[in-house]
């Protein structure tokens, strides 16, 4: 068996030739079975990287004989895991980190989001902040985000995102959004002809980057979103996600909005952010049209959607971050703060009735699918989130050798999903190349870069700054009354928890 397998090994490198072959050998391997539909772990084993694929996965601790030309990395001791997927992020508000920690959902519309930022943000600080936010999220083991690129509010700003989405080395479907933008009287008719530039050229051959198209106005203007369908097929479009949010956000992007232009039986995959408010038909009808929602819990407990339906089509879930200016950027803690959401809430059924809950109602492996393999499956992407044969060579070594929070393990699963950290990340590959490696990001000029980042955050807080905060009386946009709900205090007063300014 050894050496029927050592073999295939030096076979599958062997006809490689001259291409970039790796062997990350020695370590334990949370690798996926695709005729079970399971993770499969494999101790002191081997993954053979030929180009941007997986060539093979084995058992064998180190294969002999293997082409001079194979770089052998040894990783006796260590975790290796597929990357994470993302499935919902905005990438170009970095430089706004640390300004909205204390932001509801209400106050992010008027002052954050893409109508507020418009006439604030220059190509250069939208490029800065994506580029700056697609490493933060490599860092972190992130190696696939799907962008809801709504930093499309003028010819330049789209053209900036997508520069550094593909300069980045992540693996990116960066999705244009279409939206009219008051402020800069710049519309969707303004848009397409700018969409059809970056579809026709050239721009994103040969690089990490898909093209997918973010709509976030189903319905509201019939020939205004049959014309987004048109675009989405006429170019095959990578994805199509849209902000869904029910209940008295009236936000709506609902399943049924959109079946009605038969983009949910299409080849296109399409995600729902959020879909905290999904009713039950609209659950049934993901379910029979194969389609995702993006969970992002950190968000939702963070602004007030909430997700209470959410853990019940979890068959049909993957996860996201949102805005990474606001909280974490790395998907672990989302897997990891919605692991512990759904157990809290179903735990809480049992004892309502007075009784004692017996077993767990979620398993981190659960939790671990849901942050790689779904977000895969989101983008009906077999090839993602997972490491197998044929699958993409997206990678991430996690320090089980060396990290203090790691000491100890046994379940490799448990050991990144209730106990790693960002810190313990030691090696990200993206289409088999290393992007991170040591510890550190492998990233041209990143020390220029955070200068130059850093400077366009000081301009672009300051002028955040100097604008008050929108004052929400009255009604919000869908009809219903603000109210401000009961505010805690962790010390006795009035007092916010500072003893003075705190955003100089």
């Not at 076979?11 to 030739?17: D, H, L, N, S, V």
């Not at 058992?59 to 993302?86: H, K, M, N, W």
């Not at 989001?113 to 902040?129: H, S």
């Given at each position: 068996?050894?050496?029927?397998?050592?073999?295939?090994?030096?076979?599958?490198?062997?006809?490689?030739?001259?291409?970039?072959?790796?062997?990350?050998?020695?370590?334990?391997?949370?690798?996926f079975d695709s005729k079970t539909d399971s993770l499969k772990i494999i101790r002191n084993g081997s993954v053979l990287i030929r180009g941007d694929r997986i060539a093979a996965v084995?058992?064998?601790?180190?294969?002999?004989?293997?082409?001079?030309?194979?770089?052998?990395?040894?990783?006796?001791?260590?975790?290796?895991?597929?990357?994470?997927?993302?499935t919902h992020r905005h990438g170009w508000q970095t430089a706004l980190k640390t300004l909205g920690s204390n932001t509801s959902l209400a106050e992010y519309f008027g002052r954050y989001?893409?109508?507020?930022?418009?006439?604030?943000?220059?190509?250069?600080?939208?490029?800065?902040?994506?580029?700056?936010g697609l490493l933060e999220a490599i860092n972190a083991g992130v190696t696939t985000t799907l962008d809801h690129a709504h930093h499309t509010w003028s010819n330049a700003t789209a053209?900036?995102?997508?520069?550094?989405?593909?300069?980045?080395?992540?693996?990116?479907?960066?999705?244009?959004?279409?939206?009219?933008?008051?402020?800069?009287?710049?519309?969707?008719?303004?848009?397409?002809?700018?969409?059809?530039?970056?579809?026709?050229?050239?721009?994103?051959?040969?690089?990490?980057?898909?093209?997918?198209?973010?709509?976030?106005?189903?319905?509201?203007?019939?020939?205004?979103?049959?014309?987004?369908?048109?675009?989405?097929?006429?170019?095959?479009?990578?994805?199509?996600?849209?902000?869904?949010?029910?209940?008295?956000?009236?936000?709506?992007?609902?399943?049924?909005?959109?079946?009605?232009?038969?983009?949910?039986?299409?080849?296109?995959?399409?995600?729902?952010?959020?879909?905290?408010?999904?009713?039950?038909?609209?659950?049934?009808?993901?379910?029979?049209?194969?389609?995702?929602?993006?969970?992002?819990?950190?968000?939702?407990?963070?602004?007030?959607?909430?997700?209470?339906?959410?853990?019940?089509?979890?068959?049909?879930?993957?996860?996201?971050?949102?805005?990474?200016?606001?909280?974490?950027?790395?998907?672990?803690?989302?897997?990891?703060?919605?692991?512990?959401?759904?157990?809290?809430?179903?735990?809480?059924?049992?004892?309502?009735?007075?009784?004692?809950?017996?077993?767990?109602?979620?398993?981190?492996?659960?939790?671990?699918?849901?942050?790689?393999?779904?977000?895969?499956?989101?983008?009906?992407?077999?090839?993602?989130?997972?490491?197998?044969?044929?699958?993409?060579?997206?990678?991430?070594?996690?320090?089980?050798?060396?990290?203090?929070?790691?000491?100890?393990?046994?379940?490799?699963?448990?050991?990144?999903?209730?106990?790693?950290?960002?810190?313990?990340?030691?090696?990200?590959?993206?289409?088999?190349?290393?992007?991170?490696?040591?510890?550190?990001?492998?990233?041209?000029?990143?020390?220029?870069?955070?200068?130059?980042?850093?400077?366009?955050?000081?301009?672009?807080?300051?002028?955040?700054?100097?604008?008050?905060?929108?004052?929400?009386?009255?009604?919000?946009?869908?009809?219903?009354?603000?109210?401000?709900?009961?505010?805690?205090?962790?010390?006795?007063?009035?007092?916010?928890?500072?003893?003075?300014?705190?955003?100089?």
């Open positions: 068996m050894r050496s029927m397998l050592v073999a295939l090994l030096c076979g599958i490198a062997a006809a490689a030739g001259t291409t970039n072959t790796k062997l990350l050998f020695g370590g334990t391997i949370i690798a084995t058992a064998i601790a180190r294969p002999a004989d293997l082409p001079a030309d194979t770089e052998a990395v040894d990783f006796t001791g260590q975790i290796i895991t597929p990357g994470f997927v993302d989001g893409e109508f507020a930022a418009a006439d604030k943000y220059g190509p250069e600080d939208v490029y800065l902040g994506q580029l700056a053209y900036a995102g997508l520069k550094a989405s593909i300069e980045s080395g992540a693996r990116v479907f960066w999705a244009y959004a279409f939206h009219n933008i008051p402020s800069l009287n710049y519309t969707v008719p303004d848009q397409v002809p700018n969409f059809r530039e970056i579809a026709d050229g050239d721009l994103l051959k040969g690089s990490t980057v898909e093209l997918g198209i973010a709509y976030d106005a189903w319905g509201q203007d019939h020939g205004e979103s049959l014309q987004v369908v048109q675009l989405a097929r006429e170019y095959n479009v990578s994805v199509v996600t849209t902000h869904c949010l029910a209940g008295a956000w009236g936000i709506l992007n609902q399943p049924r909005d959109l079946d009605v232009y038969g983009i949910l039986s299409d080849s296109i995959p399409v995600v729902f952010s959020h879909a905290s408010l999904l009713t039950a038909d609209d659950a049934q009808l993901l379910r029979a049209r194969n389609q995702f929602i993006s969970v992002t819990p950190e968000s939702e407990m963070h602004y007030g959607h909430t997700h209470p339906h959410s853990h019940l089509i979890l068959d049909q879930a993957s996860i996201g971050v949102d805005t990474h200016f606001t909280y974490s950027t790395d998907i672990l803690t989302q897997a990891r703060f919605w692991l512990q959401s759904v157990r809290r809430h179903l735990y809480a059924n049992v004892l309502d009735e007075w009784r004692i809950p017996s077993t767990t109602p979620m398993s981190a492996g659960q939790a671990f699918l849901l942050a790689t393999r779904n977000g895969g499956l989101a983008l009906r992407r077999r090839d993602l989130g997972v490491i197998e044969a044929g699958a993409k060579a997206d990678i991430v070594v996690w320090d089980a050798r060396q990290s203090p929070s790691l000491l100890g393990w046994r379940d490799p699963v448990a050991a990144v999903l209730l106990h790693a950290s960002v810190a313990d990340v030691l090696h990200v590959l993206v289409d088999g190349q290393f992007r991170k490696r040591d510890g550190k990001l492998v990233a041209p000029d990143y020390q220029d870069l955070r200068a130059k980042f850093q400077a366009s955050a000081e301009k672009i807080q300051t002028r955040w700054m100097q604008t008050p905060y929108p004052v929400l009386q009255g009604q919000f946009m869908s009809g219903w009354d603000f109210e401000a709900p009961k505010v805690v205090d962790a010390v006795r007063g009035d007092g916010d928890g500072y003893t003075g300014p705190f955003l100089d």
